[in-house]
């Protein structure tokens, strides 16, 4: 199992601020949920890590 591994799996992905100053991705899967919490640093990174990856997928496709 990895990242180019295929799923039928449908999630719903949602990204804010909580009342604690963080930022939460909600990842939400059938009876799952999984909030994960982040300082605004880290997710700042994660957002440059999400753009770098749109860059190369679209560097992929051409």
Same mark, same amino acid.
């Given at each position: 199992?990895? $990242? =180019?591994?295929?799923?039928? $799996? &449908?999630? =719903?992905?949602? !990204?804010?601020?909580? @009342?604690?100053? %963080?930022?939460? /991705? /909600?990842?939400?899967?059938?009876? %799952?949920?999984?909030? #994960? @919490? /982040?300082?605004? @640093? *880290?997710?700042? *990174?994660?957002?440059? &890590? #999400? %753009?770098? +990856? +749109?860059?190369?997928?679209?560097? !992929?496709?051409?």
């Amino acid at each position: 199992m990895g $990242i =180019n591994t295929e799923r039928d $799996i &449908e999630a =719903n992905l949602q !990204i804010g601020p909580t @009342d604690q100053g %963080m930022v939460r /991705f /909600f990842i939400a899967a059938g009876d %799952m949920e999984i909030p #994960m @919490d /982040f300082d605004p @640093d *880290e997710a700042r *990174e994660i957002a440059e &890590e #999400m %753009m770098a +990856a +749109a860059a190369a997928a679209d560097a !992929i496709r051409g």
